[in-house]
């Protein structure tokens, strides 16, 4: 399989990489160990997991660099659009210069800086040997022409039980410095297809570090806006199921741990389960009672609970528009994964 860029990459801190319908994450073993552990009532939250593969990257003459992944996985296949849908939804590709610096190529009109910067640090990790082994994660966007993406860092704690001293200490300034602390909740990144000009706008994971209480607010409340009525209706539904869902978590902790949601500006508005996708993502230090050797918690997630019941009460108040019909010709949008 041929792995490239995934061009909706909002945060994290490794580059993503998708082939044949599924995005592909570096390894981690905790994180691993967790997706196929994890409970079934969280799992339905959760990305699908479609196993591991070994990511090898070599240069050609002119420095075109090629990313392959064995072995194949075709459980979620490559959805095949017309040459116009797919350069509305942007490929990646990778190029060394002479200077041995990683060029990441896009033919979107508008490019996500944070996506490239990522990517370009894990490619050169891979030329490194530093890294040969991914996770594949369905893709939830794999479907969508004009992919809009909402990634929100979850809970009032980010640092796991096996941090450094230097670490906690960041992460928890980090959390004190930002609206975890006091919403449970941070934006992590953004990015939201604007009608009226035609392009892509972005928030950062440095701005949503900065934003307060009320900025915090109002990106959210612009995200549900643009997504319409029954969208934001479908979203509202999912949040309260999930809560319910870690009212019965006994013992999980979600550190760092964040949700994601996304939808397809080219699609119709509409209240069916694909119309808007709410996902739990990033495990790489989230625990429960038995996981690994680790610290036994008792009761549920209340900084999860609260990020959560900051993010209903923004959206409970955001008026929201109808979102415009979808063209007729973009029958793939709403196609389930």
């Not at 966007?141 to 990634?151: G, I, K, W």
């Not at 450094?164 to 919403?183: D, G, I, M």
């Not at 528009?321 to 007729?328: E, G, I, R, V």
């Amino acid at each position: 399989m041929e792995l490239s860029g995934f061009p909706h990459q909002v945060g994290g801190h490794f580059g993503l990489l998708q082939c044949n319908g599924h995005v592909a994450k570096p390894m981690n073993t905790r994180e691993l160990a967790f997706y196929e552990l994890m409970g079934e009532n969280i799992r339905q939250f959760a990305p699908d997991y479609c196993g591991r593969v070994r990511v090898c990257a070599s240069v050609d003459d002119d420095g075109d660099l090629r990313l392959v992944a064995e072995p194949k996985v075709e459980c979620h296949p490559k959805v095949k659009r017309s040459g116009s849908e797919s350069k509305k939804s942007g490929s990646v590709r990778f190029h060394l210069d002479e200077s041995g610096k990683i060029e990441v190529i896009t033919d979107r009109v508008s490019s996500n800086y944070w996506a490239a910067e990522c990517q370009s640090k894990v490619v050169h990790k891979l030329l490194e040997g530093s890294y040969s082994w991914f996770i594949l994660l369905n893709n939830v966007v794999a479907t969508y022409s004009r992919p809009c993406v909402l990634d929100l860092k979850i809970g009032t704690r980010q640092h796991g039980d096996d941090a450094s001293e230097s670490k906690r200490h960041r992460q928890l300034r980090k959390c004190r410095e930002s609206t975890s602390a006091t919403l449970g909740v941070r934006m992590v990144g953004m990015q939201l297809y604007e009608l009226r000009t035609k392009s892509y706008t972005f928030v950062d994971k440095q701005e949503g570090r900065r934003i307060d209480a009320a900025q915090f607010r109002s990106h959210l409340q612009k995200f549900v806006r643009t997504c319409g009525i029954g969208r934001a209706a479908r979203l509202r539904h999912r949040l309260r199921e999930l809560r319910a869902t870690l009212l019965e978590c006994e013992g999980y902790r979600f550190f760092s741990s964040s949700l994601l949601f996304a939808f397809d500006a080219d699609a119709a508005d509409s209240t069916t389960d694909d119309a808007i996708r709410l996902r739990l993502i990033d495990f790489a230090h989230s625990t429960f009672p038995g996981f690994a050797q680790d610290v036994v918690y008792e009761g549920v997630d209340e900084g999860c609970l609260l990020g959560i019941d900051s993010i209903l009460a923004a959206i409970d108040v955001a008026p929201c528009a109808a979102a415009p019909t979808a063209p007729a010709q973009n029958p793939a949008a709403v196609t389930p994964t």
